[in-house]
T-cell receptor, first 115, second 113 residues
Framework: EPEVTQTPSHQVTQMGQEVILRCVPI?????FYWYRQILGQKVEFLVS????????KSEIFDDQFSVERPDGSNFTLKIRSTKLEDSAMYFC?????????????FGPGTRLLVL | AQSVTQLGSHVSVSEGALVLLRCNYS??????LFWYVQYPNQGLQLLLK??????LVKGINGFEAEFKKSETSFHLTKPSAHMSDAAEYFC???????????FGQGTRLTINP
């Protein structure tokens, strides 16, 4: 069964460093998403992406964050200058279409620790 | 704005017992509701979803949930728990036309032998 994959599974970085989290969505999916979960808190939406553009973003997704689909298979989340509060589990998701009737398929997550 | 509240961050039941995981939502417009499950070291997997058809929704692995508008609830149940049901369960809401899921805080289900 096709699945969303994410690399790395764990990442430790120093505050102020740039990190890139990578995701390979399901191959025929057109909509891509990033969510994050700070330890002990809810899973929160960060951004959705379609047709090489951001289609929706939350207030968390500020100028320190960017997303890109650099080739036909990868979808990346970049954090330019990490802060302690960026420590979280980051989930990538993809869906074939948009909206409530379309299931979002999630990857296993990348656990980011900022020291 | 939409929100979801899951009552109980941890639920423990005996194998063979009824599983009941509670979810209440807040939404100003008719919601679409979802339950996802996360097994250790895996992604969030869709268990079931309510999208304004039948109010009783059946999902995978014997789980079902009932949408009750009057109670603003979407509780997840399973008649008889298996050891393999041990996981974290997330309730989520989305409004029509939206792209993002709004999640509850999750409930960790433990099954006792």
């Amino acid at each position: 069964e096709p699945e969303v994959t994410q690399t790395p599974s764990h990442q430790v970085t120093q505050m102020g460093q740039e990190v890139i989290l990578r995701c390979v969505p399901i191959s025929n999916h057109l909509y891509f998403y990033w969510y994050r979960q700070i330890l002990g808190q809810k899973v929160e939406f960060l951004v959705s992406f379609y047709n090489n553009e951001i289609s929706e973003k939350s207030e968390i997704f500020d100028d320190q964050f960017s997303v890109e689909r650099p080739d036909g298979s990868n979808f990346t989340l970049k954090i330019r200058s990490t802060k302690l509060e960026d420590s979280a589990m980051y989930f990538c998701a993809s869906s074939e279409g948009q909206g409530s009737l379309e299931t979002q398929y999630f990857g296993p997550g990348t656990r980011l620790l900022v020291l | 704005a939409q929100s979801v509240t899951q009552l109980g961050s941890h639920v423990s039941v005996s194998e063979g017992a009824l599983v009941l995981l509670r979810c209440n939502y807040s939404s100003s417009v008719p919601p679409y509701l979802f339950w996802y499950v996360q097994y250790p070291n895996q992604g969030l997997q869709l268990l079931l979803k309510y999208t304004s058809a039948a109010t009783l929704v059946k999902g995978i692995n014997g789980f079902e949930a009932e949408f009750k508008k009057s109670e603003t609830s979407f509780h997840l149940t399973k008649p008889s728990a298996h050891m393999s049901d041990a996981a974290e369960y997330f309730c989520a809401v989305m409004t029509q036309g939206a792209q993002k899921l709004v999640f509850g805080q999750g409930t960790r289900l433990t099954i006792n032998p």
